[in-house]
């Protein structure tokens, strides 16, 4: 593998996606010239991705803070971005000066929120090292962090200056991870750009080699689905009033995710991200399918290409009635309405709104063990 590839995410804030190997020299001039300080955030298990990074940017001549974060999504608490906010300002933290997250998603979405948060706003670039952040959370300026009513209800649309996904990372991502981004991966396969699933089809094994081209082409046609969907609905407003047959917006990136959060709820957020979508979006195949909206191939294609990469595609550990509340409190529900992002044909993703009970049912059934 060799080269890099550059996407740009235009906008109000424009800035480049950049994909490739050993990317750390592009972060000066991501982050412009006027920045003097920069805090590194980082999970405090990462400090060998880190530190390269920092002493990148020492030698660059940019004075660095570390900021270190727990693990996973018990970094996203208001205790950890106090204590955040605390250490930028006794290191003198000006609107000119810029954090630099080096993570997950998890990272990506709590270092943005500080960086959204210190003066109004300082400038961000992520350096995602799962697949799960380079495809989904590092781009498109979503940050957040959780109460003890829910994940991400405390938040702010800040767009970064830049995003290096640099794909060495990848080599020490032990497996269940790199698999779980394939959630992500194929759910854009499904929702925009098919040529996603025949690669993947093609030969599982090569879509799963983090030496190999056929996982860098994956990661660059996922991101650029995604800016596409960012670029034309930042802020998430397009699906709103969404009725059948019009482009839900960015909405369309929740494909698979409605039933995919209740069951994450039910699993006390153990399970994996990736793999709660996989399922979700199984389900959500079979609802289309059963609503008369999709064709039983394209349905069924769904269970065989999340298997093809080691995804569960059946979750029996909870029972309709649990996650049918869980749904109930998802961000899409409007008041007793649920909403789910369905296909009418492959790439084609439309807002279905209050299903029949007996069709979320049936789709249910489907998907309650007996494949997988
Ligand atoms: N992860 C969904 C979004 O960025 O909108």
């Not at 530190?51 to 608490?77: C, N, Q, S």
């Not at 208001?78 to 006794?90: D, F, I, P, Q, R």
């Not at 380079?134 to 962090?145: F, H, L, N, Q, Y």
Request: with cysteine; glycine share 12%.
């Amino acid at each position: 593998m060799s080269g890099t590839t550059r996407l740009h995410v235009g906008g109000a804030s424009p800035y480049d996606v950049l994909i490739g190997e050993d990317l750390h020299g592009e972060l000066p001039p991501m982050l412009g010239d006027d920045v003097r300080r920069v805090a590194v955030v980082h999970a405090t298990e990462l400090g060998h991705l880190a530190e390269p990074v920092a002493a990148r940017l020492r030698d660059a001549g940019y004075d660095v803070t570390p900021i270190m974060l727990p693990e996973g999504e018990a970094a996203k608490t208001a205790a950890v971005a106090v204590e955040a906010w605390e250490t930028l300002g006794a290191a003198g933290f000006t609107r000119s000066d810029a954090v630099v997250t080096v993570g997950g998603g998890a990272t990506t979405d709590m270092g943005g929120f500080i960086a959204a948060t210190w003066l109004r706003g300082v400038r961000v670039v992520h350096v995602p090292t799962t697949l799960l952040a380079m495809v989904d959370a590092a781009v498109g300026g979503k940050t957040g962090m959780n109460t003890t009513a829910g994940k991400n209800l405390v938040g702010s649309f800040h767009e970064p200056a830049g995003v290096l996904c640099d794909l060495t990372t990848l080599r020490s991502l032990p497996r269940a991870e790199l698999v779980s981004g394939f959630g992500e991966v194929i759910k854009c396969g499904f929702i925009a750009d098919p040529t996603i699933l025949e690669l993947v089809e093609r030969d599982p094994v090569a879509a799963l080699d983090v030496d190999g081209p056929v996982l860098r082409e994956l990661v660059e046609r996922s991101v650029q689905v995604k800016i596409d969907v960012v670029v034309g609905d930042l802020k998430e407003t397009r699906g709103t009033d969404a009725s059948a047959g019009e482009w839900p917006g960015r909405e369309v990136l929740n494909y698979g995710h409605t039933l995919a959060h209740a069951i994450e709820r039910a699993e006390d957020y153990r399970m994996r991200h990736g793999e709660a979508v996989a399922i979700g979006c199984v389900f959500v195949a079979e609802l289309a399918r059963i609503t008369g909206r999709l064709d039983a191939t394209t349905a069924e294609r769904h269970r065989s290409v999340f298997a093809a990469v080691g995804l569960p595609t059946s979750y029996a550990g909870a029972g309709f009635e649990d996650l049918r509340a869980a749904m109930a409190v998802d961000k899409k529900t409007r008041g007793d309405t649920l909403r789910f992002v369905v296909l009418d044909g492959l790439a084609r993703p439309v807002v279905l709104s209050g299903p029949g009970e007996d069709d979320l049912r049936a789709a249910h059934a489907t998907i309650e063990g007996v494949h997988r």
